[in-house]
């Protein structure tokens, strides 16, 4: 059937009118102001988006600009064709205006509604945003949680109206089964949600004193025994959640189809063809012969089958109306076909309503008739009459084979259970039927006592060989559960209730009520899990084992409970909800990061517990390491906008851990699995250097201006980024000494990261309180401009062998200028950096000061074990133990006495092709201690840069130590107390200065030999050989006799120029 593109049911407007008219009994909303209606923005719908119109609402990183305006472009055709869409999204979000407006702004980036033609994922996809949105607004206190229950109610139906009721026939029959199969069990969800709000959400309320009359009537008793007694309470909301149900599903089919139960032409329960019959004076004893309501009885016989069959019609909808907990509508109904003795029999005592409610004592108001009646005959004697009338009414109509539906309304009236539950082929018309017939009784029980004499707590039957078996038959009491557990295993006997009801007990919503009612939350969480929780032998937990629409109904039922239940009752439970909780809630945010629903992940991995809201972003943004700087950003988002920055007290997650664990988790090795030559060992570890720079870009991204704090957290940021950017380069710098016309990918990716951050003013840096802000931002610039240095030596390798591939005579003018320019460069910029005033890393005042005790220093480095041909050695115990000894003898015997030099060499446990090195000495004075005038890492740094420059004595000769990760700490007492940076970049100043200078050398000799003199070797050489810039005890044995080869051919490419251009003079002359 098609459907109106905008049904009543989604109508913005008609929001109220299920809490005002259901069952035909107010349902008051628990808020006294509607969040529908007030002007606040949720978080979800404001802050989770990138832009608010065409307004950024941050400083963004360019490479973000550029890539969303690229999704602009592609994006264009696809936000012309949304704008005719008729979706569920287009009504659901419409009807829950939390920031709709920003919503709808923000479509450009973030859309609300995904462009494929699969409706199916069209109606999750709008569920899952529905539902994340309407929680954030209570979590921010915008909306009461009993008010978001009833919202959660109502998205399940109007999903599923739209499911079922809008479909355009596009589907395939399978696809079409699956869909109804899919609104069914939303239509569950919904019916689950009402029970909770009933037995949670719906507030005690109190009985008006202004309507009470003195003394009390029957009616008024039994609302204050119900108001008191536990047992009762629960059954009258049991009831009206039922009736609910039943009565939103008549309203369902008169919006559907336009009409309703009970739509008869006037008089239509009059037996017109038996009064036919009878005028015609035909006799047939089967035939009744007088045409009162009483006839059948008195004379045993039945109208005629034309009418019999509309008598049970007319019945079965009187049914369906009781059933719904329309008492006045199915009384109209009787009136209006002309049986208005029938509507006196359903509602007796002039019309009053005795359901045991306030809402009816406010119905019926003051008036004196039932207590006037009381007072003559005594509290409750009517209802017991009417009650044993209709009893006995149900039993004579089954006796003598009468209607089936007129049997079972005047069962429902008499807590006839052998009569009623036949007629009950569903679960919920059964549950109803017992709950509403052991409510009855217990009342009976309640009003057959003195009114001062009722014993508080009495269980259901305790007095039944009292005053109440004078009033009312054994058999009726028999019928009844003892309990609510008995009520509740009824349903589950085949042989008390139908087949299908006993079936039904075993749907998951089913349980799930059953659960609810029983208020065993701690079973109720089990199961959820258990449905979702991903198969023993499957250890992905992205592919949970249950339904999406089910994981998503547990981690909101989880948060409900969260905030609703009282503290009593949230004690009793609180392991459960916290522990088995937790597992629901991070299952969902992992299907929602699944599914790309990044920017809906933040509002439930707040609500866990800090270890696993820690662990589930450190996940998300090791996965989402390499996609793009868009989806990257929705994730930095999640974390700025739903976490603290930092947190003192420990107890909750914060940003601030989460990025910390990143980081470090950045730099541990990989376990890796090599199938190629052992020569490519080395380049896969180095290629992992990218992965490392990648995380950097965490740090570079711009918080939103709207979060409290802006310039500092952004300050704080970039001061991490920088700290942990230095640790970076010093093991980049490590790994990327070879001298090849490839740049190293990581240190510049680092540059790019940070360039433009690096923008600000340094004076914000400068003013946080952070320790070694300025040391780390002077670090970084000595990093950036020996990148810079070593870029420039790239490209004129580069040159030089595009120019070596070439014979002499074909190389142009043009190519030798550009390679002559290119050394000439490299030669300035290397030696600015080398003559500079203050020495390059410096580390002179990086040690500690007038300690207590003794400290220690240790070095850790993770290393692979390279061959001079390049391949990479795989280690074994034998090489372990060999190295150990090798690192021991490139330090003297005094050294290792008494520094207390400790070394530990071990295959490493994440990857089998390298080593772990552990160096520990005692920290003295001008090495760990004090002024480090030496700048070159001390006893640590000299014996792990024997290593890297493959210079070990007692070790296999050539072979080095490819290092991929180092750190360096200060102990005492086997405490970490901080980093000893002053190792490592005494290391990098051992291995890269040296190395700057030779590959120096290496562009003078190119020089020389093409007869340019500026080479400037006169300096190189007395840089090294002055005592002023301590660059001699830097080099290696090796390296000076490299230093020393290339100064000699240098030297002879010289004077073999200075000869020929001597011989051309003297040609000249």
Known sequence: MEMDTSPIYFDPQDLSSREQYRRYRKRQSTSNVSPIAGQSVSKFSEARLLYEGNNIQRRPNTALVLEEIKQEVDNFDADASWKRRTSIDSHVVSEFKFGSDSIRQGTHSLKLIKNEDDGLGESGDSTFRLFASLLDSALQGLMPFPDLILHFEKACRSVSESIRYGSTGRHRVVEDRFMQQKARLLLDEAASWSLLWYLFGKGNEELPRKLLLSPPTSHQRACQFVMMDHTAQLCVRIILWLEGLASESLDLAKRVRGSHVGSYFPSSGVWIHTQRFLKNKRDDPAIVHHVDFDAPTREVAQPILDDKKQDESLLEDIWTLLRAGRLEEACELCRSAGQPWRAASLCPFGGLDHFPSVEAMHKNGNTRQLQATELESGIGHQWRLWRWASYCASEKIAEQDGGRYEMAVYAAQSSNLRRLLPICTDWESACWAMAKSWLDVQVDIELSQPQQGRVEGKQFGDDVNGSTVENWPYHVFD????????????????????????????????????????????????????????????????????????????????????????????????????????????????????????????????????????????????????????????????????????????????????????????????????????????????????????????????????????????????????????????????????????????????????????????????????????????????????????????????????????????????????????????????????????????????????????????????????????????????????????????????????????????????????????????????????????????????????????????FQPGVRMEIFRLDAWYFKEDVLISPANYIVKGLNRRCCLPEIILRCMQVSVSLAETGNLKDHRDALVELVASSEYGILHLFSHRQLQEFLLIERECSLFTMEYEEELSVINSQQE
Not at 521 to 533: D, P, Q, R, T, V
């Open 479 to 954: 019928q009844q559960p003892r309990d609510l557990p008995a009520l509740l295993q009824k349903l589950h006997s085949s042989e008390v209730v139908n087949e299908t009801v006993s079936r039904a007990c075993k749907e998951q919503h089913r349980q799930i009520e059953i659960n609810l009612m029983l208020g065993d939350i701690g079973h109720l969480l089990e199961l959820l899990w258990a449905w979702i929780s991903p198969a023993e032998d499957d250890q992905n937990i992205l592919r949970p084992n249950g339904d999406p629409e089910l994981i998503r109904f547990g981690a909101h039922v989880v948060l409900v409970l969260r905030n609703l239940l009282d503290d009593d009752m949230k004690e009793a439970f609180k392991e459960k909800l916290m522990v088995v909780g937790d597992l629901i809630l991070h299952m969902y945010a992992m299907f929602l990061f699944s599914k790309q629903h990044e920017e809906l992940v933040g509002i439930y991995a707040s609500q866990l517990a800090r270890h696993l809201c820690v662990d589930l972003f450190v996940q998300m943004m090791e996965l989402r390491l390499n996609s793009s700087v868009h989806v990257k950003y929705k994730i930095f988002l999640l974390g700025m906008e739903y976490l603290p920055f930092s947190s003192e007290d420990g107890s909750k997650a914060c940003f601030e851990e989460i990025i910390e664990k990143v980081l470090s988790r950045s730099r541990e090795t990989k376990p890796n699995k090599y199938d190629g030559k052992l020569s490519d060992v080395v380049e896969q570890l180095r290629l992992q250097s990218l992965q490392k720079a990648t995380v950097i870009q965490w740090l570079c991204f711009s918080p939103p201006s709207t979060i409290e704090n802006f310039e500092i957290i952004n300050a704080k940021l970039l001061t991490r980024a920088l700290l942990h950017s230095n640790i970076l380069f010093r093991e980049f710098a490590l790994i990327s000494l070879s001298r090849v016309p490839k740049l190293p990918i990581g240190p510049h990716m680092l540059l790019s990261f940070l360039a433009e951050p690096l923008k600000q003013p340094e004076e914000t840096l400068l003013s946080l309180e952070e320790d070694d802000v300025s040391e780390n931002l002077e670090e970084f610039k000595d990093w950036r401009e020996y990148y810079a240095c070593d870029a420039t030596y790239r490209n004129w390798l580069k040159f030089e062998l595009e120019n070596g591939a070439i014979p002499p005579s074909e190389i142009s003018s043009e190519e030798k200028d550009r390679a002559i320019a290119a050394a000439v460069e490299t030669l300035n910029t290397s030696l600015s950096l080398l003559l500079r005033g203050t020495p390059w890393l410096n580390a002179a005042h990086s040690t500690m000061h007038d300690p207590t005790g003794n400290v220690y220093i240790e070095l850790h480095a993770t290393a692979m074990l390279c061959l001079p041909s390049g391949e990479c050695m795989i280690p074994d115990a034998t090489s372990c133990t060999t190295l150990t000894s090798a690192l021991y003898s490139s330090v003297s015997d005094d050294d290792v006495v008494n520094r207390e030099l400790r070394v530990n060499v071990a295959i490493s446990s994440n990857d089998n092709y390298c080593v772990e090195i552990v160096l520990r000495c005692l920290a003295v004075d001008g090495d760990g201690l004090g002024l480090h005038e030496a700048n070159d890492g001390g006893l640590l740094a000299t014996i792990i840069a024997a290593g890297f420059k493959g210079e070990l004595n007692r």
